[in-house]
């Protein structure tokens, strides 16, 4: 059975980092409703069937860019201290939203995806369902260590937690270590 197109397996690795650059530094520029296909196909220097063989839209690629970015920043640390190591993380992740394109790039593919079930799907699966596993499991060590109380609502704490970060960038308010710290001392007055 052969490959898809869209195989990742099928890619020139130097093309595909090429067009994820491309994309994420238009983004930056030009804002994400700015960006076409085709300007990321020149940018990159390949063919605009190049990119729609391997992602289906526009929104599909700068997903991917985004995500290789949060990647690094997402990873759950685990110090002992569950709200030192939430501290660590989520500070990364507004230190990569507010200096790189990462913010432009996730707003854009979010208000896509209202119209585009299949980057929604995309980024449900790329981006909350490994945030909602990984964070399960962190905090469900926590609570077996004893870091946090065993009946603490973690569903509810990874919510408020990412739920306002989110809140804060697509509403253009300011994001900062602050008041990361702030919130982080109010949720867990609640789980300690």
Known sequence: MSAS???????????????LE???????????????????ARRACVGKQTIYRWWPS???????????SLDPVVVFPDS????????????GIIDLVTTTGFGAAYCGVIAACQSDPVLQRGVHEQVIEPNIKG???????????GEIRADADV????????????????????????????VLEIAFRGVR
């Open 5 to 19: 197109p869209r195989d990742p397996s099928r890619r020139n690795e130097n093309s595909r980092r090429a067009i």
């Open 22 to 40: 491309a994309a994420m530094s238009l983004v930056c520029e030009l804002g994400y409703d700015n960006v076409s296909i085709e300007a990321i």
């Open 58 to 68: 526009k929104g599909a690629v700068i997903l991917e860019a985004a995500t290789q």
């Open 80 to 91: 002992g201290d569950l709200q030192a190591d939430l501290r660590l993380q989520l500070t």
């Open 135 to 145: 964070f399960r499991a962190r905090a469900v060590l926590a609570q077996e260590r």
């Open 155 to 182: 569903a509810t704490l990874r919510d408020m937690l990412y739920g306002v970060i989110e809140y804060r960038m697509f509403h253009d308010m300011p994001l900062d270590h602050a008041y990361i710290d702030a």
